[in-house]
């Protein structure tokens, strides 16, 4: 590791447990002595989370899919310049939930803006910052999308990270299936276009099983152990 953290991102369909697979992960690497962030999208500054809420609220009607893709933007750009770059120059282990290959997946494929435009954007707005690794957690959609909208009902996600429960968080959950396929085929092109940054997990077992895939790929990919060995005997 130079000068430099490590920069992870988790990506997936609706409800394949990011967020519970990011937490762990977040655990196992504090409990070998890494300092690690724990960060989502959108969101992640005060200013995203604002963005969050008009992004994911069923209540906004008629965004569209340009203007989506535009605040999926802002809310990012914030969150490179308030958390992310600071953070990697302070040699500390970035875990984010969700980055551009949501917007290629959901945006690009599932809204059919195309992944040009939205590579482009990351140029432009994001100063290309690619992650170290991603972990694309793969299961079956419709499993991981009933799982996402009882979760939703029950609105208790993030509820111990902070954010304020009861918050409506179905926009995206209420998209059809076709557009589900879309995001999900999308985002198998984006592993196949870079299999040296993007490792797709089989997601449909356990967590605890994820969880271990995951501490295996992070152990092999990143070299963690190199530094801390208390890492690898963890796996
Ligand atoms: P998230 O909170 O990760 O939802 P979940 O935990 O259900 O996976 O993400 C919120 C939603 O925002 C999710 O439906 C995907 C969508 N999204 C995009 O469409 N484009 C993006 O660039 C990002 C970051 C998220």
Not at 191 to 203: F, G, S
């Amino acid at each position: 590791m130079s000068r430099r953290g490590k920069f992870i991102t988790f990506e997936g369909l609706d409800g394949t447990g990011k967020s519970t697979q990011l937490r762990k992960l977040a655990a196992a690497l504090r409990a070998s002595g890494y300092k690690v962030i724990e960060t989502r999208e959108p969101g992640g500054t005060a200013t995203g989370e604002k963005i969050r809420r008009v992004l994911l609220d069923s209540a906004t009607e008629g965004l569209t899919p340009l203007a989506e893709m535009a605040l999926m933007f802002a809310s990012r750009a914030q969150h490179l310049a308030e958390v992310i770059e600071p953070a990697l120059d302070h040699g500390q282990i970035v875990l984010c939930d969700r980055f551009t290959d949501s917007t290629e997946a959901y945006q690009g494929s599932g809204r059919k803006l195309g992944s040009e435009a939205v590579l482009e954007l990351h140029r432009v707005l994001c100063g290309d910052l690619q992650p170290d690794l991603t972990i694309l957690l793969d299961s079956d959609p419709a499993m991981s999308l009933g799982r996402a909208r009882r979760r939703n009902r029950q609105s208790a996600d993030w509820a111990n990270k902070g954010a304020s429960k009861n918050v409506d968080e179905n926009r995206f959950e209420q998209q059809n299936r076709s557009f589900f396929s879309r995001v999900r085929e999308g985002y198998l092109a984006i592993a196949a276009r870079e299999p040296q940054r993007v490792v797709a997990v089989d997601a449909r077992g356990t967590p605890a099983q994820t969880h271990w895939r995951i501490m295996d790929v992070v152990g092999r990919k990143l070299r963690l152990s190199a530094r801390n060995a208390k890492f690898h005997h963890g796996l």
